[in-house]
């Protein structure tokens, strides 16, 4: 598959990506990106570090506007919503912060309830069973009255994404869920994301460089590098690909198509001075 | 804190405003004498108001029963044109009441002594004060001492 | 030389920058108070935050700035034998200039930097971006009742702060000095005038609540997410809205006075 004209096999899609082109500041960070996410999928986007992939999700979601270039999510383009029709959009889409982002001054509760409460007049009670089932689903029934200041990493995630859940939205998006987390609740998460992702039939994009855990639940990869897509496919696919900059980023190679030693002048020119260059 | 806890706090808080308030207007200002300025004006006019003030008092037998509004320079009868507002609740000053500039004590502030006269008819909303004594400047009072003593001897 | 224009050019720039950014940002703000009328829970919750909190400071400085008042215009005064007017000096020096200046500047330390630090943390932890990901307007759920509460309370603290340094002042004047206390009050009554004295002590704290709380949030709102950031954030609120206030206390002193 070619990297720019890359489109998925099954069903329609649910975000297309075209030319997209961003920059901050005088850092060039996407130059003509084009991708399409699958719906119902769980989708990762793969890449080294700073190449922009949370920009990425912020301009999915509305957040930043892009200099040139289309997304377009179920239909309507991002970049030329007002603002009431943005806030709708994003009534449909959850996103999962890498620290949670879960409100500090509410319950873990009152968090969860928070987007019930602020936009429709549900009675009190009918707001009690939404987010106790929300919070079932992700295992924190029993937290609910714990502020987000004392629970671990993991939980707060955790209750992040129930609180995403509420709305039984179109589209998750997931910003790094894996950084940082022990091996259990690596495992939770994983199980949640992939669960949740086909019970409640789901697009679920999610953001990452933690190759093994992306690869073992996602049904479709991108892999952007120096601001463009680089390679699509399935795992499979991706694990046979000839392209060498692929192979060492799956491989975990710490030198080849990108250099271990950063642009710098001689070494030895450097060590030892000029006259060195000319001996 | 809980809704109602936050909730009374700032209602005490409201409170302590509403009382700073009413001391500031009540105790610390004029707020009392201003809720009277249902009054009705007066026009004097002076040779020389001297060290008069606006918003100084207006006294009759010493009691504050006005002050004065406004103080303005009168081009055409070169004198000073002075406007009392004087409280509603007094209104029988007979139409030769003298006005006259006094000091509160030797170097206090100045103030307007209204002496009511004997005439039947009163001053009314906008008439004039015809009889006036202008204020007493310290200059003019020690060169006429010195005048009268050199005069004199 | 030309590296010297260069670098005072762009500081000149940014700065201008910075203050177009601090409009647009306080016409989103605006925006956001009118929305408040429909959940007035927020405002209560930051009016206890920024006033209530901010009370006792104001309440403790009040008193001893017009103890200290009363004895040093005592000391003056009595050169003169005019010492009855301790009253009308300590009242006039409060309402007009220290009451809402002193207040503000406390406001600004206490206040003002809590302000910009928490709302600088909130970016730092992503949760405003959580927010408008949720379709909350951070405006009107978080900035807009800080703000409104900022404007609220401190006219509101400088009142308080003359009406008790006032009475500190009777409390040295009259029972320790021994001014007269006939004197003592109804010469400060002579003087005080409510329309001019009060009321602009009052429009002087609503100008500065509304300085000192746009300069809180925006500082806030605007820092670079990361822990220095949000620490040179809140320097710069304390620093800034000072100097406002010091700045428009005169320009409204020379218009009012």
């Avoid at chain 1, 990506?17 to 005088?26: A, E, V």
């Avoid at chain 3, 103890?67 to 009855?84: K, P, R, S, Y």
């Avoid at chain 3, 809590?114 to 949720?134: P, R, W, Y």
């Avoid at chain 3, 925006?218 to 997410?225: L, N, Q, R, V, Y």
């Amino acid at each position: 598959m070619t990297p720019d004209t890359a489109m998925p096999e099954d069903g329609p899609t649910l975000v297309q990506i075209r030319d997209l082109h961003f920059s901050r500041g005088s850092k060039r960070i996407f130059r003509g990106l084009s991708v399409d996410i699958p719906r119902g999928k769980v989708t990762t986007i793969l890449g080294p570090s700073g190449t922009g992939k949370t920009t990425l999700l912020k301009m999915i979601g509305g957040q930043l506007r892009a200099s040139k270039g289309s997304i377009i999510v179920d239909g309507l383009e991002v970049g030329k919503l007002k603002r009431g029709q943005l806030y709708e959009l994003r009534k449909r889409m959850g996103m999962l912060f890498q620290s949670g982002a879960l409100l500090t001054d509410l319950s873990v509760f009152e968090n969860v309830a928070y987007p019930l409460r602020e936009h429709t007049d549900m009675p009190e009670a009918l707001i009690s069973h939404l987010v106790l089932m929300r919070l079932h689903a992700v295992g924190l029934r029993g937290a609910r009255d714990l502020s987000p200041a004392e629970l671990s990493g993991g939980m707060a995630r955790r209750a992040a994404l129930a609180r995403a859940l509420v709305f039984d939205p179109m589209m998750i998006m997931y910003d790094e869920p894996f950084t940082g987390q022990d091996p259990i609740s690596m495992g939770v998460l994983l199980e949640l994301i992939s669960t949740v992702n086909t019970a409640l039939g789901l697009t679920s994009l999610m953001v990452s460089h933690d190759l093994e855990e992306a690869m073992s639940i996602s049904d479709y990869l991108v892999i952007i590098s120096a601001g463009v897509v680089v390679e699509t496919g399935s795992p499979d696919e991706l694990r046979a690909s000839t392209s060498e900059w692929v192979q060492q980023f799956l491989q975990g190679r710490p030198d080849g198509p990108v250099p271990f030693q950063a642009a710098a002048p001689n070494y030895e020119t450097e060590l030892l001075g000029e006259s060195s260059a000319s001996r | 804190m809980n809704a109602r806890a936050i909730e009374i706090l700032v209602g005490l808080f409201m409170l302590l405003f509403l009382a700073a308030m009413f001391i500031l207007s009540m105790k610390v200002s004029n707020l009392t004498s201003l809720t009277t300025t249902a009054g009705y004006t007066l026009i004097a006019k002076f040779e020389n108001v001297g060290g008069l003030k606006e918003r100084a008092s207006v006294a009759a037998s010493g009691v504050r029963v006005g002050e004065v509004i406004n103080i303005a320079y009168d081009p055409e009868t070169f004198e000073a044109s002075v406007t009392l507002s004087i409280n509603s609740s007094y209104d029988s000053f007979p139409m030769d009441t003298t006005a006259s500039i006094y000091t509160a004590g030797l170097l206090g502030e100045q103030y307007i002594g209204l002496d009511p006269g004997a005439e039947d008819e009163v001053l009314q909303d906008s008439d004039e004060i015809t009889l006036t004594q202008s204020a007493i400047v310290l200059e003019r009072l020690i060169g006429q001492v010195l005048f009268s003593r050199s005069g004199g001897s | 030389m030309s590296d010297f224009l260069q670098r005072f050019g762009r500081f000149w720039l940014g700065t201008v920058e910075r203050l177009g950014r601090a409009t647009l940002f306080l016409a989103q703000l605006m925006g956001g108070v009118f929305s408040l009328i429909k959940r007035p829970s927020l405002l209560w919750k930051q009016l206890h935050a920024s006033g209530v909190m901010t009370l006792s400071i104001v309440l403790v400085s009040g008193l001893f700035v017009g103890m200290v008042l009363a004895l040093q215009a005592f000391n003056t005064l009595i050169d003169f034998g005019q010492e009855n007017r301790v009253g009308s000096l300590v009242a006039l020096t409060l309402v007009r200039e220290l009451g809402p200046v002193v207040t503000g500047l406390l406001f600004a330390g206490r206040a003002g930097s809590a302000m910009t630090a928490e709302i600088g943390l909130m970016k730092a932890t992503e949760q405003l971006s959580g927010l408008e990901m949720m379709a909350v307007d951070p405006f009107k759920r978080v900035f807009a009742p800080r703000f409104l509460a900022g404007v609220i309370a401190l006219p509101m603290l400088a009142a308080m702060f003359s009406a008790i340094g006032v009475l500190g002042g009777h409390l040295i004047g009259v029972e320790v000095l021994g001014v007269d206390k006939g004197a003592y009050w109804s010469l400060m009554q002579n003087s005080v005038s409510f329309t001019s004295d009060v009321c602009n002590g009052l429009i002087k704290g609503l100008v500065f609540g509304f300085v000192v709380s746009w300069i809180a949030i925006f500082e806030g709102a605007d820092c670079i997410p990361t822990s220095e950031g949000v620490s040179s954030a809140t320097t710069r609120t304390v620093v800034y809205s000072s100097l406002a206030i010091l700045g428009l206390d005169f320009l409204l002193t020379a218009v009012m006075f």
